[in-house]
């Protein structure tokens, strides 16, 4: 909802602390992770954003929507896209 609600490219502070305080509580959080490795990579840090992202794709069932979205974003990501 509060992604919704943003007008601009640019994700709400509110949205941001939900996540990190959701990420904080619960480590493996798919969303959390999701979203801190997209953070990660946004502040210029493709290594973390790539461990965060591992990590989720470990908690997804393999072959569903979930593990082919954050596959190609971990593939990309180490094409350097």
């Known amino acids: ?47 973390e954003a790539a461990r965060l992202w591992r990590r989720a794709l470990s908690k997804v069932e393999p072959g569903s929507e979930e593990y082919r979205i954050i596959e190609e974003r971990l593939d990309a990501l180490e094409q350097g896209d």
């Open 1 to 47: 909802a509060l992604l919704a609600a943003s007008d601009g490219p640019d994700v709400p502070p509110e949205f941001v602390t939900t996540m990190e305080r959701l990420y904080a509580q619960d480590p493996d959080n798919i969303r959390a992770l999701w979203f801190m490795g997209g953070k990660a990579l946004a502040e210029n840090r493709p290594e």
